[in-house]
């Protein structure tokens, strides 16, 4: 069975930073493009970032290019987001997704406050 | 980059009716369309891959079809536990973007 686990979320400044994890588990995660999508409160789903299998490609959503790295470890099974210079806008449910286009597997989320 | 536009933005219907909702993409995207289906409080599920294909498990009631700009999902007999928000999302080229949603509610 898949299995997406995303930690890291809470409650930061704005200008401040947070390094969500997605924790992989069910599948080969070496053979699989990545992705990053968000949901404000109340809100639709955005796509924010995705990553080829060997890290080798790194697409990002117009807003949060420069301030947002996505990055993975195959040997940890593990995809990450490093969020920083956050801002208000940022606020969402971060989903990990497995795949590239078609998010076939979603973890349970985890939620990111920027607020003063 | 490509719009996807999605009709209606709610809707309400009676169990058993014929639900159909429209995605417009605001150029050609062939059969790259996905849909999700996400039940309040819950995460989005794979419904429905290249326009028209179920994913695995999903039940057959449901069903997709379409291609270059014009996309539909179709429920055949809506059923209480159909109650959820829809979005389509375009997969054909970066980003991939989603549609703002349908609400289906149970008349």
């Known amino acids: 069975e898949v299995q997406l686990v995303e930690s890291g979320g809470g409650l930061v400044q704005p200008g401040g930073s947070l390094r969500l994890s997605c924790a992989a588990s069910g599948f080969t995660f070496s053979s699989y493009w990545m992705s990053w999508v968000r949901q404000a409160p109340g809100k639709g789903l955005e796509w924010v970032a995705n990553i080829k299998q060997d890290g080798s490609e790194k697409y990002y959503v117009d807003s949060v290019k420069g301030r947002f790295t996505i990055s993975r470890d195959n040997a940890k099974n593990s995809l990450y987001l490093q969020m920083n210079s956050l801002r208000a806008e940022d606020t969402a449910v971060y989903y990990c997704a497995r795949g590239k286009g078609v998010y076939y597997d979603w973890g349970q989320g985890t939620l990111v406050t920027v607020s003063s | 980059d490509i719009q996807m536009t999605q009709s209606p933005s709610s809707l309400s219907a009676s169990v058993g009716d014929r639900v159909t909702i429209t995605c417009r993409a605001s150029q050609g995207i062939s059969n790259y369309l996905a849909w999700y289906q996400q039940k309040p409080g819950k995460v989005p599920k794979l419904l429905i891959y290249a326009a028209s294909t179920l994913q695995s498990g999903v039940p057959s009631r449901f069903s997709g079809s379409g291609s270059g700009t014009d996309f539909t999902l179709t429920i055949s007999s809506l059923q209480p536990e159909d109650v959820a928000t829809y979005y389509c999302?375009?997969?054909?080229?970066?980003?991939?973007?989603f549609g703002q949603g349908t609400r289906l509610e149970i008349k």
């Open positions: 999302q375009k997969y054909n080229s970066a980003p991939p973007n």
